[in-house]
């Protein structure tokens, strides 16, 4: 399965014309895996043993690639996992409820994947994550 597929499920709930609150909900949800599940297929490329890395893991490893554009779009999945986090556990804040901020994130998770499509392959990116790896003693 193409995880962007996902981006376009969001679109379609977004999209809706009676969108309700679970639909906007769920569109940040499905935001979020069509970039984490891109960046994960991306890093599987890069190193077979990268595809089992986890939320936090991927967030780390993107913002410290040494690439500025791959490290950008590393920074906005971190802050999309946070939104992802109210979205689906903290009923109580309704920031995932507001069209406008749905509408923000699909428009940042296109930006994520095209960085992504565009910058994330190639040793230089591969050496720079080893690196991190070997400065934080990971994996």
């Known amino acids: 399965m193409d ?34 599940n891109a960046a994960l297929e991306h890093l599987a490329k890069l190193n077979q043993a990268w595809e089992r890395l986890n939320h936090g893991e991927v967030v780390r490893y993107l913002s410290n690639s040494g690439n500025v554009d791959i490290e950008r779009a590393g920074n906005l999945l971190g802050r999309l996992h946070s939104l992802r986090i109210i979205a689906d556990y903290r009923m109580l804040n309704s920031r995932p409820e507001n069209k406008n901020t749905v509408v923000l994130w699909i428009r940042r998770t296109r ?29």
């Open 111 to 139: 930006n994520i994947v095209d960085l992504l499509d565009q910058h994330c392959h190639g040793s230089a990116i591969a050496n720079g994550i080893r690196e991190y790896e070997r400065k934080v003693g990971s994996r």
């Open 3 to 36: 995880p962007r597929d996902f981006l376009t499920t969001a679109i379609e709930l977004a999209n809706k014309t009676s969108a309700t609150k679970a639909d906007l909900r769920t569109a940040i949800s499905r935001t979020y895996y069509a970039a984490f």
